[in-house]
């Protein structure tokens, strides 16, 4: 069962990444998002590709932070990784992600779903790194947990997206929920599943 979540892990997460590489390195910009969204896209490129291309880091090395045998076997690569997802990924990602969401489709409540989802985003990477600075390691495994299902609301979004058109939901009503939808359900299990009292994070 394990090694049957870890799988779908490693697809999910690479999978999306090979859509973002698809969607915004090989289409023009907005080509394949809802028309409604596609002038704001247009409007700031720079904030888009950059908070795209930095999540895109981050998602493709979530998987790697839970390998216990990369821990255990290859510490410093495992430091560096760790480096590279919250430094680059997470930081530059969550900075442009909260700058992005003040011109983020949805009215106030879609703004505020992705305002919010960015903040906690970069809390938790921030507490992340403070912990495994000051040694505590079991603290580190436990905010990363965190993290990473944030991480991991670029794959919620798009599952949720094409389940909203079709079951026939207007775009501008599902919009705003899954704002929402996409990372609160995400850290919601982290705690309840991987952050329980005396448990452990997932390990590949």
């Not at 690479?14 to 859509?19: E, I, S």
């Not at 705003?176 to 590949?204: D, R, S, T, Y």
């Amino acid at each position: 069962m394990k090694r049957f979540g870890t799988f779908c892990f490693y697809l999910l997460a690479f999978g999306v990444a090979g859509y973002a590489v698809f969607a915004y390195g090989l289409m023009p910009l907005g080509s394949l998002v809802h028309p409604a969204m596609k002038l704001n896209y247009q409007t700031h490129p720079l904030g888009i590709y950059t908070h795209v291309f930095a999540s895109l880091v981050a998602l493709m090395l979530s998987p790697f932070q839970f390998s216990s045998r990369l821990r255990r076997g290859r510490p410093r690569l495992h430091r560096v990784l760790g480096r590279i997802y919250l430094g680059l990924g997470v930081l530059v990602g969550g900075l442009t992600g909260l700058y992005m969401s003040v011109f983020a489709f949805g009215g106030w409540v879609g703004k505020l779903g992705f305002a919010c989802l960015a903040l906690a985003w970069l809390f938790t990477g921030l507490r992340a790194f403070q912990a495994i600075r000051s040694g505590a390691v079991q603290a580190h495994r436990r905010w990363i947990v965190r993290n990473v299902s944030l991480t991991l609301a670029a794959v919620s979004l798009r599952i949720y997206l094409p389940l909203s058109m079709v079951t026939g939901i207007p775009f501008e009503l599902a919009y705003p929920a899954i704002a929402w939808l996409c990372w609160v359900p995400n850290l919601w299990v982290a705690e309840i599943v991987f952050n329980k009292p005396h448990g452990k994070a997932i390990a590949a």
